[in-house]
């Protein structure tokens, strides 16, 4: 381990210099690559599926793991979309002369060596590898044993791509230790490892945050609320609830909770019932949602999991403060959304609810580096510090000052 690290952080003073072209031509090569080894990546893919269905991997996990054709095209064109990123290493974020005549210049460079650990969705593997590289990092990534055979076929791929191109492979690397051990032994090396992060489950987060050297960007839960309030258009607010919900269940930005406010959901909630019904969504409810429709009852730990499935919580509120008062005790500041036409209203939640995305009238599936925007992400960033909500290539750079003197001296 300590041998291979060493040898990652030489490599990253390498990479770090690479110019914009070259890095951009590299990373298009990388997007064509994945399309033209479309069938090896597949087929070891169907391998872990397999094992995945042996191993009875419920739906949502099974679905985060697929690889189809479309899938690998989708990853293909996240590389591209990141090829076509401005460069983020270089750019003068600040600048000045002091009194004395110093020009001070705030310029971004590469973190370094970026550990990755995450679970299931062997596209990670690819879209974290292209943004470490555009940035000019080296990547150190530590999948899902579930995807075990899909990550080594997509980054084979990628590493082979480095290799024509004369770049040293180990840009872009499988942690060679996946043990728990392994990762245990990673996240302890901080002379040679800058930053990791881990996307994946709450023990996972919890792990590595109380365990690691390296500073940790995490990527935890996503216990995503939708508020309802009194003044929301009906349609608009069924609408998006349904697809908040519904879309895509068992990612981190799907709606696990439906708060409604008391003087709509007599006349909201039958429709959502039947609605959610219609696409199979397990419902569970607080008392007064169960006097208006036939559910489950819902416990206070269902308000504290992350179902990752077509479930989901429903609970009548008060009024816009009590439906804050639930998010701020219940979610994991990930992203937070109202239905409301009252301009007093949407302020007040988007001021006062405290999580890394709050939306106005808009579903809670927009949180994505794509969506955003940004072109493919490492994650969702639940920390404030130094990056919040999906990070991007510019947040896989940090900075430093270059000052240009005449000969001063203090």
Not at 198 to 217: C, D, H, M, W, Y
Not at 292 to 311: F, G, P, R, S, V
Not at 321 to 348: F, L, M, P, Q, R
């Amino acid at each position: 381990m300590i041998q291979f690290l060493e040898e990652s952080k030489k490599i990253s003073k390498e990479i770090a210099t690479l110019s914009g072209d070259i890095k951009n031509k590299v990373l298009n090569e990388m997007a064509d690559a994945l399309i033209e080894h479309c069938d090896f990546i597949v087929s070891n893919n169907e391998k872990d599926m397999s094992v995945g269905r042996l191993g009875n991997l419920d739906e949502a996990l099974l679905d985060r793991l697929l690889l189809t054709g479309d899938r690998v095209m989708d990853m293909a064109n996240a590389i591209r979309e990141i090829a076509a990123l401005k460069d983020p290493v270089g750019r003068t974020l600040d600048g000045w002369v002091t009194e004395n005549g110093l020009n001070i210049q705030k310029v971004s460079v590469p973190i370094g060596v970026i550990g990755i650990i995450y679970e299931s969705r062997p596209n990670v593997t690819s879209d974290t590898a292209a943004l470490c590289f555009k940035s000019g990092n080296v990547c150190v990534l530590k999948g899902g044993k579930e995807a075990e055979h899909s990550n080594k076929a997509i980054a084979n791929v990628l590493r082979h791509v480095l290799a024509k191109n004369k770049i040293p492979e180990q840009a872009i690397s499988l942690l060679p230790d996946s043990t728990r051990e392994g990762v245990a032994n990673l996240i302890k090396q901080d002379k040679f490892v800058d930053l990791i992060v881990p996307r994946g489950g709450e023990a996972l987060i919890k792990f590595v945050s109380q365990n690691s050297t390296v500073p940790v960007v995490k990527h935890d839960k996503g216990l995503c609320h939708i508020y309802i309030d009194k003044s929301a258009n009906p349609d608009k607010a069924i609408k998006i609830a349904i697809n908040a919900k519904v879309q895509r269940p068992g990612v981190c930005n799907a709606m696990e909770t439906l708060l409604v406010h008391k003087d709509v959901a007599t006349y909201l909630l039958p429709p959502l019932h039947e609605a959610f019904t219609g696409y199979g969504t397990e419902l569970k409810g607080c008392d007064e949602s169960r006097k208006i429709i036939d559910i489950q009852c819902a416990q206070h730990e269902d308000y504290d999991t992350e179902y990752l499935a077509n479930k989901l919580n429903i609970k009548v509120v008060e009024n816009i403060d009590e439906a804050i008062y639930h998010i701020g005790k219940y979610g994991s500041g990930h992203s937070e959304s109202i239905i409301s036409e009252n301009y007093s209203a949407v302020n007040k939640f988007l001021n006062e609810v405290d999580a890394a995305c709050v939306y106005a009238n808009a579903s809670t599936r927009f949180t994505d580096g794509g969506a955003f925007g940004l072109g493919a992400e490492v994650g969702i960033s639940t920390n404030k510090l130094h990056s919040r909500g999906p990070m991007g290539i510019n947040d896989l750079t940090t900075f430093k000052y270059k000052i240009y003197g005449s000969g001063q001296v203090r």
